[in-house]
């Protein structure tokens, strides 16, 4: 009758803005590596995981909102998602990555690095020392397998060398090298273990001065 009269209300509701952006993100990095399974996370907000699709080459669903994305070829993974409102509307959304080449491998030898330019080694540490690769500051752990490698002492044959150690051949050469002389690993072979099919860029040469 035009009176103003209070009413109890005992039920609570809660109000979203409608989505209209998925969440996309890579966990580790703003870029996907090729050759390496680069992790995500995929949500879209007001809507369930299972109501969340995704789909980019390379790209498959691990659980709920976390995803892998191995690329292969391109310089960029377009990565499409769609969800479905709890009303039934379709909604959605795309990301553009990078993507990039693992970094090149450094080589060493007896746990010394290339990159620190030429390096002084025993006679002893080089008969003794297996010959790796690493990348130094990269965000994924990868276990590189060498395969061979050039030994070049001056003044002796070239030796070839299948393995991580200096084979005979080597070892003879490196016997008839005298202190000061600059000896040289190259044509460093590795790829990485369960991926024989990536090729990772060409490793350095490791110059070492030998000491004694």
């Known amino acids: 009758d035009g009176n103003e009269v209070e009413v109890l209300v005992d039920k609570k509701f809660t109000t979203i803005n409608k989505p209209n952006a998925a969440t996309i993100s890579a966990d580790k ?4 590596y090729r050759g390496v ?13 299972k109501d969340i699709k ?8 691990v659980k709920g909102s976390k995803f892998k994305i191995t690329p292969k070829s391109g310089e960029f993974a377009m990565i499409n998602v769609s969800g479905t409102l709890p009303g039934g509307e379709a909604v959605r959304d795309s990301k553009k ?3 990039k080449d693992i970094p090149r491998p450094a080589g060493t030898i007896a746990g010394e690095s290339a990159l620190d330019g030429i390096i002084l080694m025993g006679r002893g540490q080089i008969e003794k020392g ?5 990348i ?3 965000d994924f752990d990868l276990d590189i397998n060498v395969s061979g490698f050039t030994f070049i002492v001056p003044g002796q044959p070239v030796v070839e060398v299948k393995g991580k150690k200096l084979n005979a051949q080597g070892l003879a050469a490196l016997r008839k090298a005298k202190p000061g002389m600059l000896i040289t690993i190259t044509n460093i072979k590795a790829n990485i273990v369960g991926k024989s099919d990536y090729k990772l860029q060409n490793i350095p040469a490791i110059q070492m001065e030998l000491l004694d």
Do not use: H, K, Y
Request: a positive charge; charged letters at 20%; glycine letters at 6%.
């Open 29 to 32: 990095m703003n870029v996907v």
């Open 37 to 49: 399974s680069n992790p995500m996370t995929i949500t879209f907000a007001g809507i369930q995981d």
């Open 54 to 61: 995704a789909n980019a080459p390379g790209l498959s669903r």
């Open 97 to 99: 990555f990078r993507i």
């Open 130 to 134: 297996r010959v790796r690769a690493e």
């Open 136 to 138: 130094p500051d990269f």
